[in-house]
Structure formats: C-alpha cells, structure tokens
C-alpha cells in the first residue's frame, strides 16, 4: 500500500500539467514560469550556460505568421554540444497542450525538426513560414564541462526588402596602391555592443575563429621556418581584435597572392558567430585606358604615388590642316605634387622628366596601331601625401587640347627703373595659339616679408585652371589687383602695374586662358619696394 502511495505522489510530480487555453495567455502572464520554462525572445541574442543535463529552451510563436523562422545555436570555443529541435503545434480550436517537466527525458511530445551535434561551429535550421505554437530546443554538453551557449531566434520577412535594417552580409574591398582597405556593414543585432575580430589568411576562410586560434597558436609554438628550396612560403595567418570598428588596413600584400578575409563579431567573451568573409587577390594595376581628347582625372594619392596610362594610335586618325600626321601630343598635370613621367613604347623609353604644376609630350614618328604606356610617380613618400590627383589626356589632334600652348620660357621678367619707386613694368613671352588668347596680371600684397617663408616660384596650375588663382600667402590677410585683357601674337608682351606702396612685398602672377579652354600661369614673379627702384 505505501508502495502504491509513493508511486502516485512521484508520477504527480513528473507529469505536470500546463494547460493552454490560449497558450500565449498563460506563457506571456506569469513572468516565474517564463523564468523557469527559458523562453528565448525572437530577433535577439539568448546566452545561456549549457551543462551535461539535458536543458530545454522554448520559442513561442503568437499567432500565425507570414515570417520565416530561424534557430541558430553557437557553442563557444572548444566545446561540443548536442542539441535538437521539435515543434508543438496548436489544434484549431486552442485545445489544451500537455508538456512533461521533465528535463531529463528526451521523449518529450513534439516533432522532431533537426538534431545536431556541433563542435564550436555555429549551426543554423530554416524553418520557413513559423507556423503557431511552441518550439522546443533541448541542448546538453557532450563532456562534464559546463559551456555558453548563445541561441538566436530570428523571424524575418519573406522579402528581404520588407525587412527593417537589413544588411547584408560582405566586405567591401578598395585598393588604394600596396594597401586595400576592408570595411563591413554593422551588426543588425546590438550594434552597439558589438565587437570585431578579422582574421586573415593566405591559405583559407576560416569558420570559427577558434580555428584560427588554434592554427595561429600552433605556428607560434612550432616557428615554423622555410629555407630557400623550399616549395612554398609560410602561410600568412592574422588575427586583430578590432572592438567596436568596422574597417580595416592592410598593407605589405604580395602581387599574384589570394587572401582570404573573415569577420567574426562576438557577442560575449567565446561566444562569436561569422559576420562577412571575402577574398582577394592582389594584382598589379592595369593601365587605364585614354581615349582620343578625353582627359582622365585619377587619385594619384589613393594609388599609392603610383599610376600608369595606356593609348593606342587609331588607324583612322581624325587628322587636323597643317598638322604632321604622325606626331602624338600628351599633356599631364599633377595637382599639389611633383612626379615622375615616363612614355614607353613596345617597353623602349622615350621620354622621362621630371614634373610639377603641367607640361605638354611631343612624340614624333607614331605609327598606327602602336601603343603608348605613360607612367607617373611621386618623387617621395612626402609627396605623395601632398599629392591630390592627376590628370592625363593623349591626342593626336593638337586644337582639342584644351590648354593655351605655352612658351618654353615661363619667367616673368621685372624691367627696373632708376627713380620709380611706386610702379614696375614687367614683361613675357606671349602664348603660341592660332586664337586669341586672354591674359590677366594679378598683384598680391603680401602682409608678411616673404623672405622669411618658402617661395615657390613655379604655381600649382590645378588652382588656376579656371581662371584666377585661389593661391593664399601665409597669412591670408592680402588684396588683388587684376587687369585682363586679349594680348597679340608672337611678342613679348608688357604690362605696367601702378600704386605701389613703400616696404611692401608683392607676388606677380600672369594667366593666360585659351578660348573655350582652360587657364594655365606663368611662373611667380616676388618682388618689394623697401628700396627705392624695386628689387
């Protein structure tokens, strides 16, 4: 009889009932059974402690719903965990659910939807459209050690584009010279919380970053090294702990090499799931390519100083009157820096100077169907930080370029008179064109003794291209005085400036513009009247 008695009061206890009628009614209003029954909310991060007993985690849908649900279950690093879905449905009517309490048994109602055993390797179930009713997920450590578990109900619209802040998932890569620069979208979950970890390789995509830190430990243990007969070099393996920031550098990349990228975002400490992977193989820069006339405009600082132009001689050339039909005409102007030019042909070097503010390539003796490799470099790594763009442009119609054909002396030459202290004449070599072309003068006066500051005197022609210089002295305080005017032909032209003022500096500055083109400056002419007879 007592016997009897015992096993009544124990099966009491393992079969409680809990009785839905609505089922969301009884799970959403008493918050101590939520506590006990794990209830994972959707469109979050559940962490949890997982030990070696069975644990039961439950995902209620309300109601019928057009969304499609997603479990994905991430161990943490060097654990393996089983676990397994199953789904309770709802009758049409909200009949009554009876679920055992029972942690320990795993023949629990339900159907079964997936079973997995994953090895610090997240995993991920498509369910589809999330049907009414409970879902059960039951996980347990395959070894005596207790481990985080990070669980994620996601119920997202059937188009993504219904979807509030979807982002999707990938690296951007931009090539900036010997450096490219990663960056990646937020996590759409907790972005604020979040924190970044990329991990690079030459060999693979890794996927856990525990992998990674096992690999990148064991190179370190063993210091691997390589002599020269061996076949291959050591694989590049990186991993840099980022925080919250989602863009990267990377520089020293080998030409011809394939690298592999990977964003792990973590969540908690050992808890961190895939966010992005990409890869890469890093190649050398092709010419670009010029068409007849048409400027190209590059950022030679985002190239790393460096960049190279390709021009192919058409055979129908678009010939010009009283123009050689075998001569190519470049011009290049590197805006706030000095380069280096070179043009080659079939590999053979032509030409190689030395470039700032503009200059116009004279090549002779083209053939149709060659092709021309202009090359440009920055002088230094100073200058190439200065550095802003370039522009190149290859024609072999001399009218369509759109600067004035300047002189090859580019002085402004300064006539001194005995006894005029208060005006100068100064005097320069006119343009070539077959237009007329407009000169301006402009006098600067300089708050401060230019004597004491560098004076360049060659002007950076990408300030003045359009006209007037937008060139300021070192303390900005100056006024301008302009005069413009159509100057003639094949002369040295000559300009008187008037009301000087006594101990003042001055900068000279002559432009001249081409008709429907652009304008260019001759050199900086500094100049002061602290003695009579201006210096």
């Keep these: 009889m007592l016997v009897r008695l015992w096993l009544a009061v124990l099966m009491t206890e393992l079969l409680t009932v809990v009785a839905f009628k609505p089922l969301e009614a009884n799970l959403t209003r008493d918050g101590h059974s939520l506590k006990q029954m794990n209830v994972v909310p959707p469109d979050s991060d559940y962490i949890v402690p997982v030990t070696k007993s069975r644990t039961k985690f439950l995902i209620l849908i309300h109601q019928d719903s057009d969304r499609n649900l997603s479990v994905t279950v991430t161990p943490s690093c060097n654990s393996i965990l089983n676990w397994d879905l199953k789904f309770i449905p709802l009758t049409k009517y909200n009949q009554t659910v009876i679920i055992s309490r029972n942690n320990n048994k795993s023949s629990d109602i339900g159907r079964l939807l997936i079973e997995y ?156 799931t895939h966010h992005a992977n990409a890869t890469y193989k890093f190649q050398k820069s092709k010419p670009i390519g010029l068409k007849d006339a048409k400027p190209r405009v590059i950022n030679l600082r985002a190239q790393n100083g460096k960049a190279s132009f390709r021009y192919k001689v058409g055979n129908k050339r678009q010939l010009e009157k009283d123009v050689h039909p075998n001569t190519l005409y470049w011009y290049v102007m590197p805006c706030d820096g000095v380069v280096y030019v070179e043009i080659r042909c079939r590999k053979t070097l032509l030409i190689s100077k030395r470039v700032f503010g503009y200059e116009k390539f004279i090549i002779n003796n083209t053939k149709s169907g060659e092709r021309y490799v202009l090359k440009v470099e920055s002088v230094s790594v100073d200058e190439t930080q200065r550095i802003r763009s370039i522009e190149v442009m290859a024609t072999v119609r001399p009218t369509m370029i759109p600067m004035p054909d300047m002189p090859r002396d580019l002085s402004v030459q300064q006539y001194v008179g005995p006894d005029d202290c208060n005006s100068v004449k100064i005097g320069w070599f006119s343009a070539n064109s077959l237009t007329d072309l407009k000169y301006c003068v402009y006098v600067q006066e300089n708050s401060n003794n230019l004597e004491s500051v560098d004076f360049s005197v060659k002007p950076d022609q990408c300030k003045v291209r359009y006209g007037k210089s937008r060139r300021s002295d070192v303390s900005n305080n100056y006024r301008t005085k302009t005069r413009c005017y159509i100057g003639e032909k094949g002369i040295v032209l000559v300009e008187k400036i008037l009301k000087l003022k006594p101990l003042t500096t001055y900068t000279i500055q002559v432009t001249v513009t081409k008709p429907r083109g652009r304008t260019l400056s001759y050199d900086l002419l500094k100049l002061d009247t602290y003695s009579c007879g201006l210096n």
């Design 117 to 272: 055993t994953g090895v610090s390797i997240p995993a991920t179930y498509q369910h589809g459209k999330a049907k009414r009713g409970l879902y059960v997920i039951s996980a347990q450590t395959a070894t005596d050690e207790d481990s985080k578990v990070m669980f994620y109900v996601g119920l997202n619209q059937n188009s993504p584009k219904n979807q509030f802040g979807f982002r999707s998932n990938g690296i951007k890569i931009k090539k900036g010279g010997q450096k490219i620069y990663l960056r990646w979208n937020l996590s759409h979950i907790d972005h604020h919380l979040m924190k970044y970890s990329l991990v690079i390789s030459s060999s693979k995509i890794y996927s856990t970053i525990c992998e990674a830190e096992m690999r990148l430990e064991e190179k370190l243990t063993t210091n691997l090294t390589y002599t020269e007969d061996d076949l291959q070099p050591e694989d590049r393996l990186e991993i840099h702990h980022l925080e919250h920031n989602t863009s990267y550098t990377m520089t020293d990349l080998i030409y011809d090499e394939t690298y592999y990228f990977t964003v792990f975002v973590f969540h908690e400490l050992h808890i961190a």
